[in-house]
């Protein structure tokens, strides 16, 4: 409140000038009384004839009364003053002269105030801003984090699900703000930097905002890329300023969004140099974990979906020196999660929301706030009272498959094709055991290339995987390329995904779990930690095996492959009148699922030849 008296009395600059130019034009229509305007030479005669008293004598005029007024007029005149030794000349000749009227009080007054006036629109709309205004020329090294005080972050560790074992590590950190005399009780001290390290979409924004709503202490919230302009030391500069604000007022929590955008890793390369603008910010950063006092109550919070990436120098003890992982919610995460955005819908009763945690394994917390929300927008189209599970399973479709094509309209051998295809990924899936049970068939075009699709329903999270099943899961992924040999004796391009990934399980199980007996227990790639990946879908690492051990890493993940390709094409001649008669129902129905998909399975018969050990 005390803000806003403060501006109830401010008085406004402009208030000021109207009030100037009203008194002066008060003055000057107050000045215009009723007087006789006569020319300079007239003055003259009348001053020589003694018919004229009573002059005030100005810089540029002379008013006066008449002795004896002329009649019907005015009994004061005034005129304008002309040189005197011109006006002599004029005398003499005869002529008839007059003076001009200099400008009067209101011109005198405006001569000042409209440059004054000008000149102060200039400073506030250009020079202003370029001085002293946001992202001006004289604010350039100040930080540009956003500010949030106690009252201004509602979030709370309510609102964020999923994450159990990051909300309890981070608990410690608001318990330590609220009573930081208990932690140094025993000399203990709570962690300068805590980074939290997960994919994208997983709630470490989120997590950091909810530290901030339950300590109820100034949030300064920026992110990594803020820190970095054109000028050589304004992000340096940025760290001490935002260091020094957070100080003056602790307790206070730092949050740096994006930390690999500032905290990349330093190279000691000639091409790069170690003047680097980056570096230059990354130092001023370390040199600040290293000088502020961790009982001050100022605790630095970072977030990144790249740590492989940060600089060594960063993650060392007494730095950033607890890590916390962020991870993608398993299937009870998941179900917490989805209680939390389900609560801003109008939910169907036989909603059941553990089935639908079970549909989505390997949703982030942002997939499932998307999931909710596009089963939201499915029920308003078709004018739905409430949210359906049907809304549901079209809403996991429409995220995993992507948008129906139905204007993309295919000719009667490629819809065989395509049918053909997917009901070998499905008769596989069925046949095999360990593999994910098929919960529904489409032959309708989504996305940007699926011309049809199989949608496979995962009983439970798995986290280890035996040989036999990686097999299975080959199998399965061929299956489509399979059924196009075996019905078409031809193989078209609709598989091209398949191969990528059945590519990705074989030199998995070759070159990093040792599955192979000619190769030997040995790991020849190691798994990097990262969550995100490069373009091509494989972080690029340099070779670490000689061009021998390369041929027989190929050659093995070559034998892997063609047998699992045996084993599904053994699964689909066990069942061929199955196989055609699903894809002519397909054909006709262009979806298969529920009932149709158990008949389907009941009739499938295991494969002659055993699946390889």
């Known amino acids: 409140m005390a803000m806003d008296v403060r501006k109830e009395h401010q008085i ?62 005015p009994n004061r005149f005034v005129t304008y003053r002309v040189d005197p030794t011109l006006s002599m000349e004029l005398e003499k000749a005869g ?5 001009i009227p200099g400008p009067g009080p209101l011109a005198e007054i405006l001569g000042w105030v409209v440059p004054a006036a000008a000149f102060g629109l200039l400073w506030y709309f250009m020079i202003r801003p370029m001085a002293g205004g946001a992202g001006g020329l004289m604010t350039v090294g100040q930080s540009k984090a956003r500010i949030y005080v106690e009252n201004d972050v509602k979030v709370t560790f309510a609102d964020v699900a999923g994450v159990d074992e990051a909300k309890d590590e981070l608990k410690e950190i608001v318990t330590f703000l609220k009573d930081p005399e208990r932690y140094g009780r025993l000399g203990a001290h709570i962690p300068k930097g805590i980074l939290l390290v997960g994919p994208p979409g997983t709630g470490k924004t989120l997590l950091a905002r909810a530290v901030a ?16 302009e054109m000028f050589v030391g304004v992000g340096a500069a940025r760290v001490r300023d935002l260091f020094a604000k957070a100080r003056e007022q602790a307790p206070a929590i730092v949050f740096i969004d994006e930390l690999d955008a500032l905290g990349r890793m330093r190279s000691a390369g000639a091409l790069q140099g170690g003047n ?8 001023q950063l370390l040199a600040e974990l290293d000088g502020f006092d961790p009982s001050s109550g100022v605790v630095l919070l970072g977030a990144t979906n790249r740590p492989e990436v940060l600089d060594p120098a960063l993650l060392r003890a007494g730095r950033f020196d607890r890590q916390v992982l962020v991870d993608r919610p398993d299937r009870a995460g998941r179900a917490q999660i989805l209680t939390v955005h389900i609560k801003k819908i109008r939910l169907a009763p036989a909603v059941s929301i553990d089935e639908i945690a079970a549909l989505t394994p390997g949703f982030t917390g942002a997939d499932l706030a998307g999931l909710v929300n596009e089963a939201a927008l499915l029920a308003t189209r078709r ?7 049907e809304d549901f399973n079209q809403a996991v479709e429409r995220v995993i498959a992507g948008l129906e094509k139905r204007s993309r309209l295919l000719n009667r051998h490629e819809r065989e094709v395509v049918a053909h295809h997917e009901l070998g990924h499905a008769l596989v899936a069925m046949a095999l055991p360990g593999v994910d049970p098929v919960q529904k068939i489409s032959i309708i075009p989504r996305g940007v290339g699926a011309l049809g699709y199989t949608i496979q329903r995962p009983l439970e999270d798995r986290f280890l995987m035996t040989r036999a099943e990686l097999m299975n899961r080959m199998a399965v992924l061929l299956g489509g390329r399979a059924a196009e040999s075996v019905i078409f004796h031809e193989i078209s391009t609709g598989a091209e995904d398949d191969l990528m990934k059945a590519t990705d399980i074989a030199r998995g199980m070759v070159a990093r779990f040792g599955m192979d007996a000619g190769l030997g227990q040995v790991a020849y790639e190691a798994q990097r930690q990262q969550f995100l990946q490069s373009a091509n879908g494989m972080p690029w690492e340099p070779r670490r095996y000689s061009d021998e051990t390369a041929a027989a890493i190929d050659a093995a993940m070559r034998g892997l492959i ?25 054909l006709s129905h262009e979806t298969l699922s529920g009932d149709d998909l158990e008949t389907l399975a009941r009739g499938v018969r295991p494969p002659s030849l055993p699946a390889p050990a």
């Open 276 to 283: 680097d603008e980056k570096e230059q910010t990354l130092n």
């Open 213 to 228: 709503g339950e300590a109820a202490v100034p949030f300064f919230s920026i992110s990594g890329s803020e820190f970095v």
């Open 12 to 73: 406004h600059f402009w208030y000021i000038v109207a009030a100037v130019l009203a008194i002066v034009l008060i003055q000057n229509l107050i000045a215009l009384s009723p007087n006789t305007e006569i020319p300079y030479s007239r003055f003259q005669s009348l001053l020589a004839a003694h018919q004229v008293n009573n002059l005030t004598i100005g810089v540029h005029e002379i008013t006066g009364r008449y002795v004896t007024p002329p009649k019907g007029k």
């Open 95 to 99: 002529v008839i002269y007059a003076g």
């Open 383 to 389: 004018d739905g009272a409430d949210v359906t599970m």
């Open 562 to 586: 063609e047998r699992a390709f045996a084993l599904a094409v053994a699964v689909l001649e066990a069942n061929l009148p199955l196989l055609r008669e699903g894809a002519a129902r397909l």
